[in-house]
């Protein structure tokens, strides 16, 4: 004998509330629950995106992600002003919500330019990284003005350099490292180990609390963000191996590379920018 579980609206209502909306408005973090949810529509995001590119004939290259990139810089910035209070605390300007305002606004801009295109000679590709760059400047304009720490910002800037020539000499000293022979590798490396470096820096020596629960539940086990290190080692390892091995199609692996880079440059900026505000 099988007895139905009572689902009712109140109940979906409060569990919505308590895994979605809470860790929100409380700022309380993320749960596994959210996390599994926001990764899933990432995903999905992410497939959608690639199908309309490979449809628009554009080619898939790492072109593409500095077309991207500004966008990226400012949504990060964005983000990091709503930290600073500039802008108010709103669904649409912090995550997932930011991810979504800033695909909506690339889209508009590709749109846009496509069908200028049509009627003057311009590059699409140019046009929409200018259009993105003086996006992005028009935050980091903002910005200036409310720099508090400027020797975090010299420290970090110092320590991406020391990163990238980090993995520069592993990549040039262990031809043999075959992971570490191509420039999308490389890429995913540095940016997730400047992200390890600024959340090292906030949480241990600033008091910044890691929100992301993986990341969070360890440092919480170690007592110190300095396991980030050898946490994004092993993940990123793992998953450029399985991308290198059983990704056929080329395409299809560069652009899973560039998603995993933004995933880790986007807090990378907006930590790095929250630390030189004091926000």
């Given at each position: 004998?099988?007895?139905?579980?009572?689902?009712n609206?109140?109940?979906l209502?409060?569990?919505?509330?308590?895994?979605?909306i809470?860790?929100?408005?409380?700022?309380?973090?993320?749960?596994?629950?959210?996390?599994?949810?926001?990764?899933i529509?990432?995903?999905?995001?992410a497939i959608?995106?690639y199908r309309a590119?490979?449809k628009?004939?554009?080619?898939?290259?790492?072109?593409l992600?500095?077309v991207?990139?500004?966008?990226?810089v400012?949504?990060?910035?964005?983000?990091?002003?709503?930290?600073?209070a500039?802008y108010?605390y709103?669904y649409?300007?912090?995550?997932?919500?930011?991810?979504?305002t800033?695909l909506?606004?690339?889209?508009?801009s590709v749109?846009?330019?496509?069908?200028l295109k049509q009627?003057?000679?311009?590059?699409?590709?140019?046009?929409?990284?200018i259009?993105g760059?003086?996006?992005?400047a028009?935050q980091?304009?903002l910005v200036?003005?409310?720099?508090?720490v400027?020797?975090?910002?010299?420290?970090?800037?110092g320590?991406?350099f020391a990163?990238?020539?980090?993995?520069?000499a592993l990549r040039?000293?262990?031809?043999k490292i075959?992971l570490?022979?191509?420039?999308?590798n490389f890429?995913v490396?540095?940016?997730?180990?400047?992200?390890?470096?600024?959340?090292v820096?906030?949480?241990?020596?600033?008091g910044?609390?890691?929100?992301h629960?993986?990341p969070h539940t360890?440092?919480n086990?170690?007592?110190?963000?300095?396991?980030?290190?050898?946490l994004?080692?092993?993940v990123?390892?793992?998953?450029?191996?399985?991308?290198?091995?059983?990704?056929?199609?080329?395409?299809?692996?560069?652009?899973i590379?560039?998603v995993i880079?933004?995933?880790?440059?986007?807090?990378?900026?907006?930590?790095?920018?929250r630390?030189?505000m004091?926000?």
């Amino acid at each position: 004998m099988f007895i139905q579980p009572s689902i009712n609206g109140n109940s979906l209502q409060e569990f919505f509330r308590k895994y979605f909306i809470s860790p929100i408005t409380e700022i309380s973090g993320y749960n596994w629950i959210n996390t599994t949810v926001y990764g899933i529509f990432l995903s999905i995001t992410a497939i959608l995106t690639y199908r309309a590119v490979k449809k628009s004939k554009y080619q898939i290259n790492l072109d593409l992600f500095l077309v991207f990139f500004p966008f990226l810089v400012f949504g990060s910035t964005v983000r990091a002003l709503v930290d600073a209070a500039v802008y108010p605390y709103s669904y649409l300007l912090v995550t997932p919500g930011i991810v979504y305002t800033t695909l909506f606004i690339f889209t508009i801009s590709v749109v846009l330019t496509s069908y200028l295109k049509q009627r003057i000679n311009i590059e699409t590709g140019r046009t929409v990284f200018i259009v993105g760059g003086i996006l992005a400047a028009s935050q980091l304009l903002l910005v200036v003005p409310l720099i508090r720490v400027p020797q975090i910002g010299l420290i970090l800037t110092g320590s991406l350099f020391a990163i990238y020539f980090g993995i520069w000499a592993l990549r040039y000293c262990g031809k043999k490292i075959y992971l570490m022979r191509s420039r999308e590798n490389f890429l995913v490396f540095l940016f997730h180990f400047f992200d390890a470096t600024v959340t090292v820096l906030g949480v241990d020596f600033f008091g910044y609390r890691e929100l992301h629960i993986l990341p969070h539940t360890l440092i919480n086990v170690f007592r110190s963000a300095i396991i980030m290190f050898p946490l994004k080692f092993v993940v990123l390892w793992g998953i450029l191996y399985l991308i290198d091995h059983y990704v056929e199609e080329k395409d299809m692996s560069l652009f899973i590379k560039m998603v995993i880079m933004a995933i880790g440059l986007v807090p990378a900026i907006r930590n790095y920018l929250r630390l030189v505000m004091g926000a």
